[in-house]
């Protein structure tokens, strides 16, 4: 087989690629180790910010998201037993984020790019890459026993952490940054209706705790737990009567809680490989880097990656420029080391670390109290949590 360009991994980031090349009229393959039910069923982030929601429109698979989708225009942050709100658009000119889960995300992509008879290959096993140091890289993968390979001009790596394609990269052309913190998120999914219209973001001294949502009858909770702990000690009754310790009072009276739809342990890391092009192979999304989600950026980094890529692949099939592939990795990561910087704030302000001890615990009180009571600190908070512009 002979295309232009081989898209590793079917989730969001991958898939968005295709949409966004498929409107280009740039041929593309996505080759996928894992089925699609297998695909759809990881339960992630559920913030978009503008970039990635005008990236969707611009890719033509925004209609059920633009019907759909939660406009929030705040959130809040809890902390010392009272809330405070950060409004959004005030803040940033107008600036919004949207409620929409990645598993709605996906499926829409999905849909979209089975419509349009383009090709993905599921369910592909021993994937491996070739010759992304020449003109000419190759793919060889199989399915059902039989080996195939595929010959194209580019490779996108949008196969994630665990992928092949950082990988394949020689470890004397690639340097990885990484920090481990010594927690985890316990996430639980219960078919309720959201304690509140936007997210709350808690400070507590028991841990952290997040309330969120996937829709008007979806919730998504998250606790702060140590990361040794197991879901299987976590029962549904006490999660709801942790995080209920957790929130402000008039938020924990009104609680509404039910039997968990999806219940998992997420641990925090902060990882960024550089560079993130090798010849004519691109690392996009996870591949490339990996953020706390504490700062909602994980998806939409993925989405701004695969939209320089395809901007820049466009530019050289339609304009014969080589400028935006030479300039890919430099774009991408002024935009990733600033993501990184504010998850890495946003989980030094909320969480519980027991090394810092009381001096920590009071370092991050002012900082609070400094952040809701100053226009000039929220406004960064905000420029941030939208997004900042892809550039």
Request: hydrophobic share 40%.
């Amino acid at each position: 087989m002979r295309t232009q360009v081989v898209i590793i991994g079917a989730g969001p980031a991958g898939l968005l690629l295709g949409a966004l090349l498929a409107r280009a009229g740039i041929d593309a393959v996505i080759i996928e180790r894992h089925r699609a039910d297998h695909v759809l069923a990881r339960i992630r982030a559920d913030m978009l910010e503008e970039v990635t929601t005008n990236l969707l429109k611009e890719a033509g698979v925004a209609e059920r998201l633009q019907r759909e989708g939660m406009p929030h225009d705040g959130i809040e942050l809890s902390f010392g037993g009272t809330r405070h709100r950060i409004d959004l658009p005030r803040l940033t000119g107008g600036k919004r984020v949207t409620i929409y889960g990645q598993t709605e995300v996906t499926r829409d992509l999905m849909d979209a790019r089975a419509a349009a008879g383009l090709v993905t290959v599921y369910g592909a096993a021993q994937v491996a890459i070739a010759d992304f140091d020449r003109e000419r890289p190759r793919v060889r993968y199989s399915t059902d026993g039989k080996s195939h390979q595929v010959e194209c001009d580019f490779i996108a790596g949008c196969d994630g952490f665990h992928g092949v394609c950082r990988p394949s990269v020689p470890v004397r052309l690639i340097k990885t940054y990484e920090k481990v913190y010594p927690f985890g998120w316990l996430g639980l999914l219960s078919r309720t209706r959201p304690v509140a219209d936007e997210l709350i973001y808690c400070n507590h001294t028991r841990g952290f705790a997040l309330c969120s949502m996937r829709s008007t009858t979806l919730s998504r909770y998250y606790l702060q737990c140590p990361i040794d702990d197991r879901v299987e000690d976590w029962s549904d009754e006490k999660f709801w009567d942790e995080i209920k310790r957790r929130l402000a009072p008039d938020v924990a009276e009104r609680l509404v809680t039910g039997p968990s739809i999806e219940k998992s342990i997420a641990p925090l890391r902060s990882f960024v490989a550089e560079p993130m092009r090798f010849g004519r192979l691109f690392l996009a999304g996870d591949a490339a880097h990996i953020v706390p989600p504490t700062g909602a950026k994980g998806l939409n980094l993925a989405a701004a990656d695969v939209g320089h890529l395809a901007h820049a692949l466009a530019e050289f099939y339609q304009e014969n420029s080589s400028a935006g592939i030479d300039a890919y990795s430099s774009r991408c990561l002024s935009r990733v080391w600033k993501a990184e910087r504010f998850s890495w704030w946003m989980t030094s302000l909320l969480h519980r670390f027991q090394d810092a001890g009381e001096f920590g615990q009071k370092m991050q009180l002012a900082e609070l109290e400094y952040l809701v009571s100053s226009v000039a600190a929220q406004t960064a908070l905000a420029e941030n949590y939208v997004g900042l512009p892809l550039q």
